[in-house]
């Protein structure tokens, strides 16, 4: 299986929509169809996430529950927001590793506040 940035960014966007004090999110793979995710591609991605650290997850009989967003999945988030910078990061680091991958997305969402302040000042 072959790692999907898209479809972590879209399952911790969900998980963080999801989650609530005393809920979880257990994603399922209808849910992500349009980035044709099955079920055993959906859990691997649900490991990742947890193994990586940006959510808190647990491994059930019925597959990965997520309870919350880690502080490192919610800056993951915070900078793939924009979706130029999500594609600036996808195009410059999308076959390095994950920690090349998130630190272009943090530089690239640096550049775009940069840019953004320039116009303000």
């Known amino acids: 299986m072959k790692r999907d940035m898209d479809l972590i960014k879209a399952i911790l966007l969900e998980s963080e929509k999801a989650c609530r004090p005393g809920a979880y999110y257990q994603p399922e793979a209808y849910s992500f169809r349009d980035l044709q995710a099955d079920e055993e591609t959906l859990q691997e991605h649900c490991r990742l996430i947890a193994e990586r650290g940006l ?67």
């Not at 988030?77 to 994950?98: E, I, M, P, T, Y």
């Open 55 to 121: 959510a808190n997850g647990t491994l059930t009989r019925e597959g990965w529950r997520f309870s919350s967003l880690t502080w490192d999945g919610h800056d993951f988030l915070d900078n793939a927001r924009n979706d130029s910078v999500w594609r600036a990061a996808k195009d410059a680091a999308g076959r390095f590793s994950f920690g090349v991958f998130t630190a272009t997305l943090t530089e690239a969402a640096k550049a775009a506040a940069l840019k953004a302040l320039e116009k303000v000042f």
